[in-house]
Nanobody
Framework: QVHLRESGGGSVQSGGSLRLSCAASGYFYSSYCMGWFRQAPGKEREDVANIDSDYRLVYADTVKGRFAISRDNAKKMIYLNMNTLKPEDTAMYYC???????????????????WGQGIQVTVSS
């Protein structure tokens, strides 16, 4: 079993920044694709960004240029630096992991068998 734990969420004003972290444990391998999904009230879960073990990454158009995903394979950690936050970024953010590679493509929620419990990000105008 793979366990994922998010940290770093919170509330910020529009234009501000936050950094999310996710720690992986259990039967986790650094070869896994890891990423971040988010879900706003009344909306479907959205693949925000993901990154392979070889650091190939992809972003949703809605966050491109504002968010940056990174990973530390030795520490089994991934991060999401979020800048120029907007009220529409308000959502529950989930850390996800899957065996194999995402190949630089955004993936559907069903592609990730491992999910963290989620952490709230709220951006006020």
């Amino acid at each position: 079993q793979v366990h994922l734990r998010e940290s770093g969420g919170g509330s910020v004003q529009s234009g501000g920044s936050l950094r999310l972290s996710c720690a992986a444990s259990g039967y986790f391998y650094s070869s896994y694709c890891m990423g971040w999904f988010r879900q706003a009230p009344g909306k479907e879960r959205e693949d925000v960004a993901n990154i392979d073990s070889d650091y190939r990454l992809v972003y949703a158009d809605t966050v491109k240029g504002r968010f940056a995903i990174s990973r530390d394979n030795a520490k089994k950690m991934i991060y999401l630096n979020m800048n120029t936050l907007k009220p529409e970024d308000t959502a529950m953010y989930y850390c996800v992991a899957a065996q194999g590679k995402c190949g630089g493509r955004l993936m559907p929620p069903g592609a990730f068998p491992y999910w963290g419990q989620g952490i709230q990000v709220t951006v006020s105008s």
